[in-house]
């Protein structure tokens, strides 16, 4: 079955899983007034411009819907799209948005955004109502924005769900900036290798301690659950820090340092490098067989 690439704007949403992002809505295109889509739309706004590609195909009971395989969302070039994109904005509305479009015509949404004065040209527009209008946009421009961020990141549409449901925009931005390695903590199904091909992707350096920190945190962990060690010889996780993930060994030493001194690895010996939750565990395993010999 080949995919179709179909262009409109999300006039409603019907049904939508906070923990899926799975949506079932109403797509308004140049041609429908009212497509029934369905599949994984992640906190895309009402009023979206949106490429959709998919395939048709028609429900026993709800009758034709197009089945969504994947999605952007776009700024409409047309004014048709514009109308839409506009319309279904809170504080602006379809009324509105003709009298908008008919008075500025493409340059509309350029106007909402850099020189929203312009706005009392239009008549029954006071300058308070220019600055909703401008807030409204720029409000809902952002979670746009934030979408074809963490599209062209690669995420896929359950992560960018999960992403959205634990930050919000300016956290997402914050994080990404300072620590994108800072997911794997805060966010569930997030593991070292899902983050740090997203961080890489980002521009993120894999020199960044931040990075060295969380692939140390990793090793360790890696060598515990799928090779049985509770500890890895400092010779050993160097070795993989370099040769694994390209971290320069200068790095390594001071993402080890920091991470002793923040209390998440313990270092026995000369050598011996815990991750401290391995290490009770063992505390905790040799104390209670200590007791039960006891107790024989």
């Not at 262009?7 to 923990?19: D, F, K, Q």
């Not at 807030?135 to 952002?142: F, R």
């Amino acid at each position: 079955m080949g995919l179709t690439t179909i262009r409109g704007t999300l006039a409603a949403v019907r049904y939508v899983s906070e923990e899926t992002g799975f949506t079932v809505g109403s797509l308004k295109t140049a041609t429908r007034a009212d497509l029934c889509v369905v599949g994984k739309l992640p906190a895309v706004p009402l009023g979206s411009f949106v490429r959709l590609e998919g395939w048709f195909c028609t429900h026993d009971t709800y009758g034709e819907q197009f089945k969504i395989k994947s999605f952007e969302v776009e700024i409409p070039s047309s004014e048709a799209g514009i109308l839409g994109y506009l319309g279904y904005m809170p504080n602006i509305g379809p009324g509105r948005a003709q009298q908008l479009v008919r008075h500025f015509g493409k340059e509309v949404l350029t106007v909402i955004e850099e020189t929203p004065e312009r706005l009392t040209e239009v008549r029954g527009i006071t300058p308070d109502r220019a600055k909703v209008i401008h807030a409204t946009y720029l409000e809902h421009g952002t979670k746009r924005e934030i979408l074809i961020f963490l599209k062209k990141l690669q995420m896929t549409d359950n992560q960018i769900n999960r992403v959205l449901s634990r930050y919000t925009p300016v956290q997402i931005y914050r994080v990404f900036e300072k620590n994108p390695y800072q997911l794997i903590e805060d966010v569930p199904g997030f593991g070292f290798k899902i983050v740090d091909g997203i961080a890489i992707r980002s521009g993120y350096d894999k020199n960044g301690i931040p990075r060295a920190k969380a692939a140390c945190r990793h090793l360790l962990r890696q060598a515990s659950e799928q090779e049985g060690h509770v500890y890895l010889p400092w010779g050993t996780l160097k070795y993989r820090l370099m040769h694994d993930l390209e971290i320069d060994p200068v790095v390594a030493h001071r993402a080890v340092e920091f991470m002793r001194q923040d209390g998440y690895i313990v270092i026995e010996g000369e050598s011996k490098v815990f991750d401290v939750i391995y290490m009770q565990r063992e505390a905790r395993c040799a104390k209670r067989l200590l007791e039960m010999m006891k107790d024989r």
